[in-house]
């Protein structure tokens, strides 16, 4: 290996790093000036405070509310919060009736739309459709019929469902002040009469064919046309499981043979009609489409909602107050401080234990420092990442972790000194070795990283994610920071020649080698068995070392 | 030269050395003694102390006040309740002030509605109470131990191939398990309250731990892989030469390690007196310890003692009684 071709690596390393902050810098450049972000990270809501929204269920007359419904709410809420970005939300009952959300920062609409919305979906097949009315009558007249003129209705498509009762609901319903109070609570047996979201159209519509407890997943994005082009619309695109494919194909094959009115299904959302497309295809792949007048966010959020299931009940919004923090910034400032002063200290443990190589982890750990903090400032602008306190916690403890690295660098460095290398040629060996330790210990964190965050919700999702960075800086740091630096002044005198204040003083750590070809007799004096047997692993060692020493010998030369 | 260089020099020929591995019943005797403490005491004391966040509790609200401050509630629920009842006090729109507790009785709820108001200024209609649900609820609870279980069946899985053995995946396993149990004892045995920023901590100790046990092992499995028949050192030699290779390593990254916390937990405290931050720098500087020690003196003997019966091992180390040299001989991983 060429000694130029080295140094030219390193340099590119170097030059490498520099491009990743140029990147994390322009992108949180770019949030602030383009999307109202922030130069500095987000705090949860334990250090900062934020909102507090309570949640009532919106009741319809005589209901009550379980626990297991609220306890299965807030599980539901909590998911929804947390697939907003990782803020780390507190939610919580109150009193046996009331949801209590607490979430970092001011709620938008559509944030509060997210919560509290039911998001019960039900596909049902549409019986009789027409323009809403304007003014509806108060009442319609419902004609005396005998009970015997009641047909069993043979299918959920079927207009025998149509009794006068619901007909005459049906002649009065008025759309532009639709109650929707009981509409997700309605019987999923019997016909439904509502509206379409927008108010203009009133439906009459068969019981429940397919519910969306029969939903594996969600997804939004643009819905294709026939071509396979993009139309330009955002739709929800839905995953059944297996009943849920089956129900779904037998209702698109009876639908497509009827006619009119009859040959629509009708996707309500928490009571309404989002749309009511005509069926063209029996869909056998359990993958329908909905489309309506959706935005990409509003797209995104009920794909959210889908996933996660409906709320057992529907809420409104109580109360929302801002709210401060219950640890408080008196808490994280002097968490700062002591954590600071450590720092110091850990800075004063290196330059001891390594003299003048302490400063390279001293820079490292800087680079290390400014890097995370980038990095989370920049996932806090674009994902909605938060800092909690634990979140401070995991940062502080990654100090030891990202110094380890370099400990473990330098350790190997030393080890090859020890054995009579020359400095440059010691540093490509350790990091041979030291890399694969060092990759093989941060993937094991990077996998726990991995699995948490995918896996557990709340604030063990925000662990999950502080130590994926803090993991992902290590790394990059170690090889494109600390390595570079370590070839870089390998090639000083200062270094190379091993000065009493550079740390790598051959001679402090007893190397059994001097000079290019000369081996000084190990100083172990043998004395009893165990020692000699040491003795002899170390010789055996060395030779083995001078092997791969001669074989690197080419390369000193033209030095 | 520092001390520490000197040592390592010695440490790295051999010339010093500690026996870790062959002492090794003491260390599992002295880790099963730490790790049944921790248990029984925690028992014998009535078991964890889980805070609001896991079991719900009280909350009081003061509308309006004359003052707004947080303190007036915490030193009135302390006064009730007793000190370290650990109140979560937060101004609620501007106005009012929440005060969260454990769960209490019906006389203590009525009783710190009666005193917040004399505290705050306020007619007693002014503090209403009702009770909280968790905010950590069951399912995180759920969640969290179905993502470990998964997570440390896949890193023994990943750890059993990497080091080719799935011996060094249980020593690592044993010594993660050491580590909890301690740190979470710290927790029971001083009677502190478990808060999600606790729980976090322990998955902050249980990263560190294995992450400290790999780095070694990669030592052990670098030099018992070179270490074939014709080694001079046993299997068990071998291991602990490769332990004390790392010592130094181990001592400066625990150090480094331990320093930032240890400033938090000392200074942190003397600033702030008790509280969650506390409670979390001092569950991490044990948790770092213990997970130091438990690599060194727990999870390298123990994959000793699970190899070295086995004939390959038991091979090595054999010219020292018969000097056959087999070339190319089956390295042992």
């Not at chain 1, 000369?518 to 055996?540: C, I, L, N, Y």
């Not at chain 2, 023994?156 to 060094?168: E, G, L, N």
């Amino acid at each position: 290996m060429a000694a130029s071709n080295v140094v030219s690596r390193a340099t590119r390393a170097l030059i490498w790093l520099v491009v990743i902050f140029a990147l994390l810098v322009g992108g949180n450049a770019f949030a602030v000036f383009g999307q109202g972000g922030s130069w500095v990270p987000k705090l949860a809501l334990d250090l900062q405070g934020g909102t507090q929204i309570i949640l009532e269920p919106r009741l319809a007359e005589g209901q009550t509310v379980s626990e297991e419904q609220l306890n299965q709410a807030v599980s539901i809420i909590r998911q929804r919060v947390d697939a907003s970005g990782v803020a780390e939300a507190q939610v919580s009952t109150q009193g046996g009736q009331n949801i209590v959300v607490g979430i970092p920062g001011e709620p938008d609409q559509a944030t509060l739309e997210r919560i509290r919305s039911s998001a019960k979906l039900e596909f049902r097949p549409v019986l009789i459709t027409g323009a809403a009315l304007a003014e509806p009558p108060e009442e319609a007249e419902i004609p005396d019929t005998e009970q015997s003129d009641f047909v069993e209705p043979q299918s959920p498509s079927d207009l025998a469902w149509i009794t006068p009762e619901i007909d005459a609901e049906y002649q009065t319903i008025n759309c532009f002040e639709l109650d929707t109070r009981g509409a997700n609570v309605a019987d999923p047996t019997i016909p439904l009469v509502t509206c379409s979201q927008d108010g203009l159209s009133r439906f009459i519509l068969g019981p429940v064919e397919v519910g969306g407890e029969s939903i594996e997943d969600a997804s939004s994005g643009l819905v294709p046309g026939p071509s396979g082009a993009s139309t330009g619309e955002w739709g929800v695109f839905i995953d059944f499981d297996e009943a849920g494919t089956e129900s779904f194909r037998q209702v698109t094959e009876r639908l497509i043979t009827l006619p009119g009115a009859q040959n629509q299904f009708a996707i309500v959302l928490d009571g309404r009609v989002i749309s009511a497309p005509r069926t063209l295809a029996a869909i056998t792949d359990g993958n329908p489409q909905i489309s309506g007048s959706f935005t990409q966010e509003s797209a995104a959020v009920l794909a959210d909602q889908l996933k996660f299931g409906a709320l057992p009940i529907g809420f409104q919004v109580q109360s929302s107050e801002t709210i401060t923090a219950t640890l408080g910034l008196s808490q994280l400032q002097s968490g700062l401080i002591a954590g600071l002063i450590g720092l110091i200290l850990v800075v004063v443990y290196s330059l001891f234990q390594y003299r003048l190589l302490g400063l390279v982890t001293v820079f490292s750990l800087t680079t290390a420092f400014v890097l995370s903090y980038f990095l989370i400032t920049y996932l806090s602008n674009a994902q909605g990442y938060r800092l909690s306190l634990a979140g401070v916690a995991g940062l502080i403890v990654a100090i030891g972790i990202t110094a380890d690295s370099f400990i473990v660098f330098f350790e190997r460095i030393r080890d090859e000194l020890r054995d009579g290398r020359m400095l440059d040629s010691a540093i490509q060996a350790a990091w041979k070795r030291a890399f694969r330790t060092i990759l093989a210990s941060d993937a094991v964190s990077f996998i726990a990283a991995v699995v948490l965050y995918l896996l557990a919700v709340g604030n063990v999702r925000g662990f999950a994610f502080t130590l994926g960075v803090t993991t992902i800086v290590d790394l990059i740091i170690v090889t494109l920071f600390t390595y570079p630096i370590m070839v870089l002044l390998g090639r000083t005198q200062f270094f190379s020649s091993g000065h009493p204040l550079s740390g790598l003083d051959p001679k402090a750590l007893g190397a059994v080698y001097r000079g290019r070809a000369r081996f000084r007799e190990p100083v172990t004096a043998d004395k009893t068995a165990v020692q000699k047997s040491r003795g002899e692993a170390k010789r055996r060692q060395t030779i083995a070392e001078r092997k791969a020493a001669e074989a690197n010998a080419p390369s000193e030369v033209s030095n | 030269m520092s001390m520490l260089t000197r040592f390592g020099n010695g440490l790295y020929t051999g010339e010093k050395s500690f026996d870790f591995v062959g002492k090794r019943m003491v260390w599992y005797l002295l880790g099963a003694a730490l790790v049944l403490a921790a248990i029984v005491i925690t028992t014998l004391r009535g078991g964890f102390v889980f805070g609001i966040e896991f079991r719900g509790g009280s909350e009081f609200r003061v509308s309006q006040p004359a003052q707004v401050v947080e303190q007036t509630a915490i030193d009135t629920v302390n006064e009730v309740v007793g000190i370290g009842s650990n109140p979560r006090v937060s101004i609620v729109g501007g106005d009012s002030v929440r005060v969260q507790t454990e769960q209490l009785t019906t006389e203590d709820t009525e009783l710190i509605r009666q005193e917040l108001a004399q505290s705050y200024d306020v007619p007693v209609n002014q503090v209403t109470s009702s009770f909280i649900g968790a905010t950590w609820g069951q399912d995180i609870t759920n969640q969290a131990l179905r993502a470990l279980a998964v997570f440390l069946v896949l890193v023994s899985a990943v750890m059993a191939f990497y080091f080719r053995t799935w011996k060094m995946s249980l020593a690592a396993m044993t010594a993660l398990l050491h580590d909890l149990v301690i740190t979470a004892g710290i927790y029971g045995v001083l009677g502190f309250e478990i808060t999600p920023a606790a729980v976090i901590g322990f998955l902050t100790i249980l990263g560190y731990s294995l992450y400290d046990t790999v780095v070694v092992f990669d030592k052990v499995r670098e030099n018992t892989s070179q270490d074939g028949e014709e080694s001079s050192r046993t299997f068990a030699e071998s291991v602990n030469l490769a332990v004390n290779q790392t010592l130094v390593r181990s001592i400066n990254t625990s150090v480094v390690a331990v320093l930032p916390v240890a400033a938090i937990l000392f200074i942190g405290s003397l600033l702030l007196g008790a509280g969650t931050l506390r409670d979390i720098a001092l569950a991490l500087f044990i948790g770092v310890l213990a997970g130091t020690y438990s690599t060194i003196f727990i999870a390298a003997p123990m994959y000793v003692h699970l190899r070295e019966n086995e004939p390959e091992a038991q091979k090595q180390g054999r010219r020292r009684e018969a000097a056959v040299v087999k070339p190319n001989s089956g390295a042992v991983r």
